[in-house]
């Protein structure tokens, strides 16, 4: 039993496997067990992910952004997942470039690097030289990496559907939705047009603020396959060393770093979504740049502000406020306990009693949230784990260049802007206009419905339609059972009547033993197949 329903690994942890399945199973023909090696479970999911291929190794670092969903052993364990991905051939980047942009590769470039700088799953780079005499990096999609990736994508859903379906317990982690959120971010993370094109905005925004600075893109050398864009030859953003070499103060390089990020997620509402160490560098001068803009999140007004009550709740101990922010933003498969999380929330808040925000470690409490978040099945927005993820990658290389660094003092006046800006006649105003629209739409509306409701109603054509949840698995049981009765009748029959008749003589022995045999087998082939089901 405790196989049937996927304990396979408690199975071999507690020795009963060898016990029960091959001295009882082995004498139904159950085939011989091999074996597994001395795995965990989740270590399984690694490397069963690691087997499946590129698409998967990326389903599988995407689930380990979900601290709500996913547990932590389990996502301790997806952290440890690695491309090992081989550059494509040269010739076929030349061909990819040429058909995406039209043109020969030397009437496109001045000078085209023949050995990839770098290679992903998804893409590679290529150093080359545009005809100004600009150093540029030109990132090529892997060839047939779409077709790829739509068909790994069919094939996740479908497991998807096929486990919430089939094993109940993998509900709470919502896999339809991990897809789903899976597939529209791979999408965007391949439409190197897209990215272009949030690159460009990204250097409108901060177009005044010389702390940032977002690479060039040359738009007309640059579709969904390709893109083309300046080449920074910049400190990496954690190297200590090297920006103290090169004159730079570590500090000062954190708290900006910081501070571009907070105004990105609470002033622009869009901030990028991978700020790893690879994805930053610092110029000499201490400029912060950031490159590969394939994933980016946007948060709206509402939760940011949301995330801002939050904050607020948790400095002033405001329980009832704290978990109303978390139903707002969170989303559950089953009925929250509002009690239970009252006394948790209670719990969680009072961990930081009497520290002030701007000595919060935003990390630790992040962390310790998203467990609170996990206990009571509560799901985030996939953009507020994202700037959740973010925020932490961002603390933890603040930390490395700065041991001193806090997130929370360059936190608090954005939180506080949010907060004012709420309060303020304007907003009061729009937001007054916008509910009293509303109501007048739906005061407009309802005789309209009332009259269709009351028509439907003196006509008979007033309908209730009511739908069983939960009944097609009973049906299936049913049909199993009714099946298997059926056919242990039918069998019983034929081998009474043929034993009947070879009583009788030799001269039916050519019609009743075929008969005879064919319904022991039919017989032992019923056995077996319920005792192989392990509903005996």
Not at 31 to 56: A, I, N
Not at 191 to 210: K, Q, V, W, Y
Not at 238 to 243: F, Q, T
Not at 483 to 492: A, E, Q, T, Y
Request: hydrophobic share 45%; proline share 5%.
């Amino acid at each position: 039993m405790l196989l049937n329903h996927g304990f396979g690994d408690l199975v071999d942890r507690i020795g009963l496997r060898e016990v029960w399945y091959q001295s009882i199973r082995r004498v139904f023909f159950w085939r011989r067990h091999k074996p597994l090696q001395k795995c965990t479970t989740v270590e399984r999911v690694r490397l069963s992910l690691e087997s499946l291929g590129p698409t998967f190794i990326k389903f599988g670092q995407v689930m380990s952004t979900r601290p709500d969903i996913v547990p932590p052993a389990m996502i301790t364990e997806l952290k440890k997942l690695q491309e090992h991905v081989p550059p494509f051939g040269s010739e076929a980047a030349i061909r990819e470039v040429e058909s995406e942009l039209g043109k020969p590769v030397h009437e496109l470039y001045r000078e085209f690097d023949m050995e990839p700088l770098a290679a992903g799953s998804l893409a590679q780079v290529h150093r080359a030289v545009a005809f100004d005499g600009s150093q540029l990096v030109v990132k090529i999609r892997r060839p047939n990496v779409v077709r790829d990736i739509e068909r790994d994508l069919s094939l996740l859903e479908q497991m998807a559907v096929l486990a919430e379906a089939h094993v109940p317990e993998t509900r709470v982690f919502d896999p339809t939705g991990l897809v789903k959120h899976f597939a529209r971010s791979i999408r965007r993370e391949v439409n190197f047009a897209r990215e272009g094109r949030t690159m460009d905005e990204f250097r409108r925004l901060f177009a005044d603020d010389p702390s940032l600075y977002v690479p060039k893109v040359w738009m007309d050398l640059t579709t969904e396959a390709v893109l083309t864009m300046e080449y920074i030859d910049g400190i990496k953003v954690d190297d200590r060393d090297a920006l103290l070499s090169a004159g730079c103060d570590p500090c000062a390089v954190a708290a900006s770093g910081a501070r571009l990020y907070m105004k990105q997620a609470f002033e622009l509402g869009v901030f990028h979504g991978d700020p790893h160490p690879g994805n930053v560098r610092v110029k000499p001068c201490g400029t912060i740049v950031l490159l590969d803009f394939g994933m980016i999140g946007i948060l709206d007004a509402d939760i940011r502000e949301q995330l801002v009550d939050l904050f607020v709740a948790i400095s002033r101990q405001d329980v009832p406020l704290a978990v109303r922010a978390v139903l707002k933003f969170g989303e559950s498969s089953t009925a929250v306990d509002e009690a239970l999380l009252h006394v948790d929330m209670r719990d969680f808040l009072g961990n930081y009693y009497g520290v002030p925000l701007d000595k919060l470690n935003v990390g630790t409490l992040l962390g310790d949230f998203m467990s609170l978040l996990t206990t009571h099945q509560i799901r985030c927005p996939g953009s507020l784990m994202l700037l959740i993820r973010a925020i932490v990658t961002l603390e933890g290389i603040g930390r490395r260049l700065d041991p001193d660094f806090n997130l929370a003092p360059v936190l608090q006046p954005y939180i506080e802007n949010v907060v004012r800006a709420r309060f303020s006649p304007q907003r009061l105003r729009a937001e007054f206009r916008a509910e009293a629209t509303k109501l007048w739409n739906v005061a407009h509306e309802l005789p309209a419905h009332i009259n269709k409701a009351v028509a439907k109603l003196s006509q008979d054509d007033l309908r209730v339609h009511l739908e069983h949840q939960g009944l097609g698995q009973l049906i299936l049981e049913l049909e199993r059972a009714s099946n298997r009765l059926v056919v242990g009748f039918v069998v019983s029959a034929l081998i009474v009547a043929s034993a009947l008749i070879i009583r009788q003589g030799m001269d039916s022995l050519w019609f009743s033993v075929p008969i005879y045999f064919t319904s022991s087998v039919l017989a032992l082939w019923l056995i077996y197949g319920i005792f192989r089901s392990g509903r005996l």
